[in-house]
């Protein structure tokens, strides 16, 4: 690990002004980013401890909705009585993620902005546009049976590992963040980029802007919520696919329907396609089936992670069953 000075800050405004110093991190779980420094692929000269700063670890209501601090740890956030009721999917996502100690120290706003666990980003004795622009990506010619068949460009095929931001993308709602231009509240399903032409950039976060809080909208009533993620192994594992769905039946029929698809994508992925397809539809397997189909129409397998295409077709397919027998 290379030499680096710490600061505590105490406010918002103290976090963004020693964030401008050249080569500074902020940290805050570190369930990430320490890791990304003992391995050197993050190298910074200074950490900005946001652990003491008030006011952004607090989950209330607004109204209806959910407005949840950046400082808000997993495990506090999965077993909110009102998360728990209202956003379940949430909850459900949270605890399919990572484990019980790293649950503890993972803040909301750090969840938002991890990065890839993709192995040749982690190493820096491989290529990747990632870490370095213009590199090249060795996962293209590499193994890659957990990279991603959705979103991906010809610089970059890692995926996003987040089961968190998954199920935030499936209800609606915006991500507030400060800067030096004051406050700007961006909408979830946009926050995060495809790599396209530049992966080194994966957020609309602008340089010196600080995530303070998540707001998710109000469920809608009636809804039915399920997060269901397909792994290796049980525990402590990243996804190899996941989908997180939040379904309204009225009638026999589906009148509300949000889908958030993880382990499959560079990005927490919205099928917006496949959402459409359900609407005004009865609540069947085929009927899922085929929305499935739509989710995965556009999808960019390569030889190694073709798999994830039936396995992503059925854990959506699996997740929407799980939601419609829901309570």
């Not at 006011?55 to 407005?67: K, M, P, Q």
């Not at 996003?160 to 931001?165: F, I, N, Q, R």
């Not at 231009?181 to 609309?204: K, N, Q, Y």
Request: aromatic content about 4%.
């Amino acid at each position: 690990m290379m030499p680096f000075t710490y600061r505590r800050a105490e406010t918002v405004e103290d976090a963004l002004a020693l964030a401008r110093v050249p080569g500074a991190k902020i940290i805050a779980g570190g369930t990430t980013l320490l890791d990304l420094m003992k391995e050197q692929v993050e190298t910074p000269t200074q950490l900005i401890d946001l652990n003491h700063v008030p006011g952004i670890a607090d989950v209330t209501l607004e109204g209806r909705d959910l407005r949840i601090g950046a400082l808000v740890r997993n495990s506090d956030l999965a077993a909110d009585a009102e998360v728990v009721r209202g956003w379940p999917l949430i909850a459900q996502a949270l605890l399919a993620g990572a484990s019980p100690q790293l649950r503890n120290m993972a803040t909301v706003g750090g969840n938002l902005l991890q990065r890839t666990r993709c192995p040749y980003f982690r190493n820096v004795a491989f290529a990747c546009n990632k870490r370095t622009p213009g590199a090249g990506c060795s996962a293209l010619t590499g193994h890659h049976r957990g990279h991603a068949v959705l979103g991906t460009s010809d610089a970059c095929i890692a995926t996003h590992p987040s089961d968190m931001a998954v199920a935030m993308i499936a209800y609606d709602g915006d991500v507030r963040v400060i800067g030096a231009g004051g406050h700007r509240d961006i909408p979830l399903a946009s926050f995060h980029l495809a790599p396209g032409a530049t992966p080194d950039r994966e957020t609309v976060l602008q340089p010196g802007e600080l995530i303070v809080s998540v707001r998710i909208a109000a469920s809608p009533i009636g809804s039915r919520a399920s997060y269901l993620k397909v792994r290796d192994r049980a525990s402590y594992e990243f996804a190899l696919a996941s989908a997180g769905v939040v379904l309204v039946i009225e009638n026999d029929r589906i009148t509300h329907a949000r889908i958030g698809l993880g382990g499959v994508a560079t990005v927490p992925w919205r099928a917006h396609a496949a959402e459409a397809a359900l609407i005004s539809k009865p609540a069947t397997r085929a009927v899922f089936e085929s929305a499935a189909q739509i989710a995965f129409a556009e999808a960019r397998p390569r030889t190694d992670n073709a798999y994830k295409l039936e396995l992503g077709r059925r854990t959506l397919v699996r997740a929407l069953e799980h939601a419609r027998e829901a309570v």
